[in-house]
């Protein structure tokens, strides 16, 4: 069933209402599951969309709903990065209760597709809302689903939701993914006053797996020589490195360019954007950076902070990769460690640099006795700091990943305490965090403004 409204139609399941801007459609799939669709695309281009269903809740909590659609979610994605669980609240669709909105990146042949899912529980039933659209569709798209989402519109009068194929097939999923209920998070469901599941396997469930051959630097050096011709100097051949490049399938016994080396020079030969991301924590530091360019981004990467095993790193090595450009805020989200926490709103923290410097390098740092709650249990947490700059404009972000407390924006304090500068700590939802990394290579790489709707106050 349809009903029109101005600039949208709506379509029917059951109780739920959902919006279908004009010009999309509406997509034939199984009893109980609707789905919308961007207007048809050209072929290889994906097709942005929003898939409703749901059925009877059965007593099944909504935290065992959102950790078992999590647990599905590395099951059955390729090159998945779970990037949020948020709490989320329905009541603008006119139920009460706790709802979750979760996002994921994952690959889908030779596009990394953007996922936002909200789950709810609305008198005895559980829904679901799926969005779906390219990193690339990011700007266009992810507002639009959201508004979407907000203009649900529920028939109270109308009870019957006999449940999808895919509901039944969920259902069987959760009784093998999660058969129980699970393990809170005490801490922030104190805060939320709401009971929320412990996200702290996540991380560890994902952790980053290098992608790229192992260079030293020395040899991407001579290499970068050749951005204006294509084969090495007589001098030059006599380098031990170009040895190496060979071994890589980079140069020729010649010493010249083999399609593999023109393809991983073309991002720096036609360079819209470069970038360079540094972390840090305890233990250390390292570098990774990208340059984005004739639709290829290329990346060197020293070893991330959160990696599935120690990679046999030389002292001069780094990861080298050329990948899609559109690829590239996925990696740098995997080599950060971009992964759900609570976010539990609270006042900014201040911290004179000094001190904010000696707690990045020792827990044991005594904590400001001004701490409250909930900044208090970010500062017990391990921390990891992260910075990206665009090396044309000088523009920067940077954040400090608490773990289970989740990501803290950083920025310069606004004034000096006795002991000089200062720095702002400010608690920042994963899923906010992925938005700005998003935003603000799209803006660079176009040469566009940097927008950012989902930072209240941004000015640029």
């Known amino acids: 069933m349809t009903t029109a409204a101005q600039g949208f139609s709506y379509e029917r399941l059951h109780a739920f209402n959902l919006p279908r801007p004009d010009g999309w459609e509406r997509v034939e799939t199984e009893a109980g599951v609707l789905a919308v669709a961007h207007p048809p695309v050209t072929d ?53 209760g706790s709802g979750r909105r979760q996002r994921f990146v994952h690959r889908a042949g030779r596009h990394p597709v953007c996922v936002d899912r909200w789950i709810w529980m609305d008198d005895g039933f559980v829904m679901e809302a799926t969005a779906s659209y390219t990193i690339e569709q990011h ?15 529920i028939n109270t009068a109308v009870r019957d939701m006999p449940g999808s194929q895919a509901v039944r097939e969920g259902r069987r999923d959760i009784d093998r993914i999660a058969p129980q209920e699970p393990r809170l998070d005490d801490y922030a469901s104190r805060c939320a006053g709401a009971e929320l599941e412990d996200l702290g396997s996540i991380a560890a469930a994902q952790p980053y797996r ?74 250390g530091g390292s570098v990774l950076q990208a340059w984005i360019g004739g639709g290829l981004g290329k990346i060197t990467a020293g070893p991330s902070l959160f990696p599935a095993a120690s990679a046999a790193f030389g002292p001069d090595d780094v990861a080298a990769s050329i990948m899609q450009a559109n690829m590239v805020p996925k990696r740098i989200a995997d080599w950060a460690g971009l992964s759900p926490g ?119």
């Open 210 to 283: 290098e992608g790229g051959r192992l260079l030293p630097i020395p040899a991407l050096e001579l290499l970068d020589t050749l951005l204006v011709r294509d084969r090495l100097g007589r001098f030059q051949r006599k380098d031990p490195s170009v040895a190496t490049l060979q071994a890589a399938g980079l140069l020729t016994a010649a010493a010249k360019l083999t399609p593999a080396g023109e393809q991983f020079l073309l991002p720096l030969r036609k360079l819209d954007a470069s970038f360079q991301v540094e972390a840090s924590n305890a233990a």
């Open 44 to 96: 290889g281009d994906f097709r942005p969309n929003m898939v409703l269903c749901g059925g009877p809740a059965d007593g099944i909590s909504i935290a065992r709903f959102a950790t078992a659609a999590l647990a599905s979610t590395l099951e059955e994605f390729q090159d998945v990065r779970i990037l949020s669980n948020d709490l989320w609240s329905p009541e603008a669709l006119g139920t009460e």
């Open 139 to 153: 700007t266009g798209m992810k507002l639009l689903f959201e508004q979407m989402v907000r203009d649900i519109r």
């Open 342 to 460: 609570w976010s539990i709103p609270h006042e900014p923290v201040v911290l004179g640099m000094d001190h904010y410097e000696a707690r990045l390098k020792s827990a044991r740092t005594p904590a400001p006795k001004t701490l409250d709650q909930a900044a208090g249990q970010m500062w017990q947490q391990p921390w990891a700091e992260w910075q990206i700059l665009n090396e044309q404009t000088g523009g920067w972000f940077g954040w400090v990943n608490a773990g289970a407390a989740g990501q803290y924006r950083l920025s310069p304090g606004d004034g000096y305490q006795e002991q000089g500068r200062t720095v702002r700590l400010e608690p920042m939802s994963p899923a906010v965090v992925w938005d700005m990394l998003v935003r603000f290579i799209h803006s660079a790489v176009e040469g566009i403004p940097l927008r950012l709707p989902e930072v209240p106050g941004f000015n640029g």
